[in-house]
């Protein structure tokens, strides 16, 4: 972790727009992010946590507030779509609560097709065996548990060499085990690789394993905890 602020989220809020319905899902939504953190951001269904992780992301656009990416110049909530488009696939890795591999593609070739997006991308291999899924390179996700699929989805976030990782619930699916090995591989990649880590969940438990502990509900984040002694995904208990 560094002093470095890489996301910085200022007075950011969200409103949906369905016809003549106004759905306010984020309400004047503050935070900064440093290079290296791991950050949990707990909260209920429907407190706007998702919606928070894919306006980082740039899969949306926050109806006001401003979001910036590592300078000055990279005002994420400014960019046309083919400078998010740009954004999303040179810094940002995504990893959800369901797999989303390509059922006729092997482990490989699953990653292989986000290393290719990248200019800086990793060999697929390389990304496998991040994950500990050397053995599996040439399996089929039909021949997977569930949690080597969510590792395989790992590795093809991570396959795109981005600075930042966006975690939807990706242990949401997964019993107390399998949870506790995905937990460690994104524990491992933020601290061997030094990729900033942005995950969302409704496991409270899982917050003490962040440097960063964000609450939120409602739409407002109800509290912001810097976490000097995070805990190993193994004392972590649901």
Known sequence: MSDKTIISIQNVSKTFVMGDVKVPVLHSVNLEIHEGDFVVIVGPSGSGKSTLLNLIGGL???TSGEIWFDS???KISGFSDSELTAYRREHVGFVFQFYNLVPTLTATENVQVASELSHEGMPPEEALNLV????????FPSQMSGGEQQRVAIARAIAKNPRVLLCDEPTGALDLSTGRSILGVLHRLNQELGKTVILITHNSAIAEMGTLCV??????????????????????SW
Do not use: Y
Request: zero cysteines.
């Open 132 to 139: 500990g899924l050397e053995h599996r390179v040439e399996h």
């Open 72 to 74: 000055p110049d990279q």
């Open 60 to 62: 949306d656009r926050p």
């Open 215 to 236: 609450h939120i509900g409602s739409g407002t984040i109800a509290s912001k905890e810097s976490n000097p002694h995070p805990v190993s995904p193994e004392e972590i």
